[in-house]
Nanobody
Framework: VQLQASGGGLVQAGGSLRLSCSIS????????IAWFRQTPGKGREFVAA????????FYEDSVKGRFTISRENAKNTVDLQMNNLKPEDTAVYYC????????????????WGQGTLVTVSS
């Protein structure tokens, strides 16, 4: 499985961006696809995840109601729609496959895409 993240950019506070994680190869051994984010000097923070079998979704509290994760089967992507962006959402966003035992834990994810930078100006 290979993952490739795209869609980052510069946006003003209150604006929207849509990130896309393109999936190639077999995902049947992965429990979920998740988005994490990272700022300088900090570890990767869980943002959202979707299970590949049931489509169940999980969100970090600070993004609930603003971000939506979805699987786009026709495009074979997992997208993250981010609305009402805040300066504190500024980070490099990564998508990852795994999460079998703890869907929110970065160490449970074995496969990572490259990051895409999201910058939210105030």
């Amino acid at each position: 499985v290979q993952l490739q993240a795209s869609g980052g950019g510069l946006v003003q506070a209150g604006g929207s961006l849509r990130l896309s994680c393109s999936i190639s190869g077999r995902t049947f051994r992965s429990y979920a696809i998740a988005w994490f984010r990272q700022t300088p000097g900090k570890g990767r923070e869980f943002v959202a995840a979707i299970t590949l079998s049931g489509g169940n979704t999980f969100y970090e509290d600070s993004v609930k109601g603003r971000f939506t994760i979805s699987r786009e089967n026709a495009k074979n992507t997992v997208d993250l729609q981010m609305n009402n962006l805040k300066p504190e959402d500024t980070a490099v966003y990564y998508c990852a496959a795994g999460g079998e035992y703890d869907i929110r834990a970065a160490f449970e994810y074995r496969i990572w895409g490259q990051g895409t930078l999201v910058t939210v100006s105030s």
